[in-house]
């Protein structure tokens, strides 16, 4: 097949991800809206902010120093790059040699780390609540996360996720126990992470209350549409992820022809939705938790990820 | 008005700080170097506001605040107004004047109350917030998450609206007091209202009373939709909150088309009121508002059944029985925290002295019990509107006010929906000579710098929602 195709199927998976992300949110928001009797945002309402925002002029903190203008920068990149490794409508990406799972979440920590830095770089109460409770709900999710990844792992003996979405797909996994509680663990990962109720409020005025958005309060401009588009990017990461290790149903196998392709993207874009259907009516229906309440919703997806690998070691077909 | 001496003043300050009568409002008058102090306080029990006045002619009065905590606001606003000083007064802090006015003390920075400790930070917030709120300030002194301080500042709404009411026709001056707090613009003209006409004896027309009453309670009912919604909102709920809104709609909808103004902004005028109640309207009214009840109720349910919500509500912003005594604290705030007191029950006034009223208490204090005495109000008044409704007579809407009576004064207390306002107004020949309207934020402010203590920062906002203290009713 040559060097070209594969060079493009890679390009149209970066591109997908960044073009597909903004919608994936917007598509959330609008069915809460619906589902709150409110007529909500159209559609594709955050194009045309990350559009706006990009012509605006930055303000910066005074306070502040290169850390803060650099941050937006690396986060996104490294955000994006994370998602990109992600398969989305196909396997074995002429890139996905370059990172495995492991990878991934070293990326997404990568970026929160420098979005904590800069948060407290500008010196603002806010920026310090937010780094507060985000390093509190890290560091259990981190954990959690890598669990998640080891009996992943284990059960695919790879951590290549094009590997382990094969793998899945073959069939060859069956039914196992210790794959639903990382399934478990991976859903309450996805919500802690990318600031979703009952964890984070992503659509608070309260100040107070914030978790991620108190990190980029001082954000505008640019800054800020990078930093938005970073955290909508985060969402489709982990609705992609979940869907190529325990739905990889469709997804276009290596070296697949059009058809298989087309296939793999009809159905990558139904999973979204159906990620995005499932959201809303979950954030619908709970209100957020109590700040030191997250701890132990976030640690229960560790102790069931930590159990998942555990039943590994006692028998290989948990 | 009668004057009293200092020793009537001092067994009434005793009274107070044994709690045998409640504290109501503290407001004074300057005339050059002479200055009149009035204190307002209601005997536990009794059916009326008394007012004692002290003339004062060196520009000092003896400090109710160093004795009963619930004046120290308020005499923190006559001296920056009227520039009189309460001796003894603890906190001598301006509080109305931000130095920017011609006359001010400028105090820069202002000085928050240090609280020190390991650990221990403060968070500013405000005056501008995110939301659509009114502005004021919140400093916080905070260990890690628990808030251990709050101090909040206000005045950034001060608008001299009493200034501007003094020498006025009565009702030009009915629609300034409508305009003190926008939420409560009918209950701040009916109390304004009511003390004018005790001031020049005019007796309201039964038809102008009930129309009166449902005007109150149409008010009180959109804003406890509104603030059940926000309440839930404010702890991640939005789901009520927007079902919340529609009921609020329907309710300002009904006003709308009933008195031709959603707010029912100047509805009320001294000696009635100024529109009258179609029969349509009326038939609108009573067949839509027990529809409005079955919604409610189901939002009712949604909210009992919904764990994570209960987990945010119970227990958080505990204000304890003891101080909401002892600071006087009315409406939900009071009644969450065991004060049993209802001013439509307890200082009976027209049209409720011929209804009876089952006044909502409860003790446990929390956000949780603010919801639900709201959620109790909600059904009284609809209870209380189609009451109203069914038994209204017809007749006279307005009587006339005479003109050119001798001085005298009048006081009232109206329930509005947050709680007790008190109106107090001197007329002579025919205007307005002087002017008080207290509004119950009043005491809600210190209230809930006492219920935050020990709670995290992240629980503020739904504990600040749950009381929705007025900014402009005590800016004024």
């Not at chain 1, 790059?81 to 996905?96: D, E, I, K, Q, R």
């Not at chain 1, 325990?246 to 059009?258: D, H, S, V």
């Not at chain 1, 298989?260 to 709970?286: D, M, N, P, R, W």
């Amino acid at each position: 097949m040559g060097l070209i195709v594969p060079l493009f199927l890679q390009f149209a998976q970066m591109a997908l991800v960044l073009a597909a992300a903004p919608l994936l949110t917007g598509f959330v928001r609008v069915l809460k809206a619906r589902l709150q009797r409110r007529a909500g945002p159209p559609l594709l309402q955050m194009y045309r902010d990350i559009a706006k925002l990009t012509v605006k002029d930055v303000i910066v903190a005074t306070d502040s120093s290169w850390l803060f203008r650099t941050a937006p920068y690396l986060i996104f990149a490294t955000t994006w790059v994370a998602a990109a490794l992600v398969p989305s409508f196909g396997t074995n990406m002429l890139f996905s040699w370059s990172g495995d799972l492991i990878v991934i979440v070293a990326l997404l920590g990568t970026a929160r780390f420098f979005q904590m830095l800069a948060a407290l770089d500008i010196g603002t109460a806010f920026g310090g609540i937010g780094v507060s409770r985000e390093a509190m709900f890290a560091s259990l999710a981190e954990p959690a996360m890598l669990m998640i990844v080891f009996t992943v792992a284990l059960v695919a003996g790879s951590s290549q996720l094009s590997d382990i979405s094969n793998f899945m797909h073959s069939g060859a996994a069956g039914l196992r126990l210790s794959l639903a509680l990382g399934l478990v663990a991976l859903v309450i990962v996805a919500i802690a992470e990318t600031g979703r109720f009952p964890v984070d409020n992503p659509a608070t005025h309260l100040e107070l209350t914030m978790v991620h958005e108190a990190m980029v309060l001082e954000y505008s401009g640019r800054h800020l549409a990078l930093i938005e588009l970073a955290h909508a990017l985060k969402l489709l990461l982990y609705i992609s992820l979940i869907a190529c290790i325990f739905a990889p149903l469709g997804i276009a196998p290596p070296g697949a022809a059009l058809p298989a392709l087309v296939l793999g993207l009809v159905t990558y874009g139904v999973k979204l939705a159906a990620g995005a259907i499932l959201l809303a009516g979950f954030e619908t229906t709970i209100a957020k938790m109590r700040v030191f309440r997250v701890p132990n919703f976030v640690g229960a997806a560790l102790m069931l990820a930590l159990l998942g690998t555990l039943l590994l070691f006692v028998s290989a077909t948990l | 008005m009668t004057l009293i001496d200092h020793q009537t003043w001092q067994a009434a300050v005793a009274d107070l700080t044994a709690g045998s009568s409640v504290f109501v409002a503290i407001w004074a008058e300057r005339n050059a170097d002479a200055a009149i102090v009035h204190l307002a306080g209601r005997h536990r029990g009794a059916a009326s506001v008394e007012v004692l006045s002290l003339a004062t002619s060196s520009l000092h009065y003896p400090s109710v605040g160093l004795h009963h905590p619930a004046a120290i606001l308020m005499e923190r606003a006559i001296q920056d107004i009227h520039g009189l000083t309460a001796d003894g007064l603890p906190d001598t802090r301006p509080w109305l004047d931000h130095g920017t006015w011609p006359h001010s003390r400028p105090v820069v920075p202002y000085p928050f109350k240090p609280v020190t400790g390991e650990g221990v930070h403060q968070i500013p917030v405000g005056p501008v917030h995110a939301g659509t709120i009114e502005p004021g300030h919140f400093r916080f002194s905070v260990n890690g998450e628990t808030i251990v301080g709050l101090e909040a500042r206000l005045g950034y709404t001060h608008k001299g609206t009493l200034d501007l009411m003094r020498g006025k026709a009565p009702d030009q001056a009915a629609r300034l007091a409508g305009r003190v707090s926008g939420d409560s613009t009918v209950a701040y003209t009916f109390a304004f209202c009511r003390a004018v006409e005790q001031a020049m004896g005019v007796d309201v027309p039964p038809r102008a009373a009930s129309l009166r009453g449902i005007m109150a309670e149409l008010e009180r009912l959109a804003n406890h939709f509104g603030d059940f919604g926000a309440i839930c909102n404010d702890s991640g709920f939005p789901l009520i909150n927007a079902h919340g809104g529609v009921l609020r709609e329907r309710v300002l909808r009904l006003a709308a088309s009933a008195f031709g103004h959603r707010l029912m902004m100047d509805c009320i005028v001294p000696g009635g009121v100024a529109v009258d109640l179609t029969a349509d309207s009326a038939r609108t009214m009573t067949a839509s508002l027990p529809d409005l009840l079955v919604q409610f109720e189901r939002l009712v349910e949604l909210y009992d059944k919904t764990a994570s919500l209960q987990d945010r509500v119970v227990t958080a912003g505990w204000l304890d029985p003891l101080l909401a005594r002892r600071l006087g604290c009315g409406g939900y705030v009071g009644r969450a925290s065991g004060q049993d007191f209802d001013a439509r029950r307890d200082l009976q006034y027209a049209p409720y002295d011929r209804l009876t009223l089952a006044v909502p208490c409860l003790d446990a204090g929390d956000v949780d019990a603010r919801v639900r005495v709201r959620m109790a109000e909600i059904r009284q008044s609809v209870a209380l509107i189609l009451e109203l409704l069914g038994t209204l007579a017809d007749g006279e809407l307005r009587a006339v006010l005479p003109d050119g009576v001798a001085a005298s004064t009048g006081s009232a207390v109206v329930e509005g929906f947050r709680g007790d306002i008190f109106a107090h107004a001197r007329t002579s020949e025919g205007l307005i000579a002087e002017v008080f309207l207290r509004d119950p934020s009043w005491f809600f402010w210190p209230a809930l710098e006492a219920a935050i203590e020990g709670n995290i920062v992240a629980d503020f906002p739904l504990c600040n929602k749950s009381f929705n203290a007025s900014y402009s009713g005590c800016d004024l």
